[in-house]
């Protein structure tokens, strides 16, 4: 099990630095949210989410 959990981290790893580096050259747009943000306040999480896709800075009056 050592091995394998060892394994997946570094997958993981691997594949956060790749979105970390896409969001730094700002080549796409990249939006971070944490899973925490959505516990806690998961309106405004999805809000932000949702203002992100659409690419708006309100999403008041807004039907989804």
Known sequence: WVDFYA?????????HEVWLDVAKTGNYPVHFFRY?????????TMEDVFKFVLGVDSIEKTEV
């Open 7 to 15: 394994n997946e981290i570094k997958k993981w790893k691997h594949g």
């Open 36 to 44: 925490e943000d959505l516990l806690d306040d998961p309106v405004k």
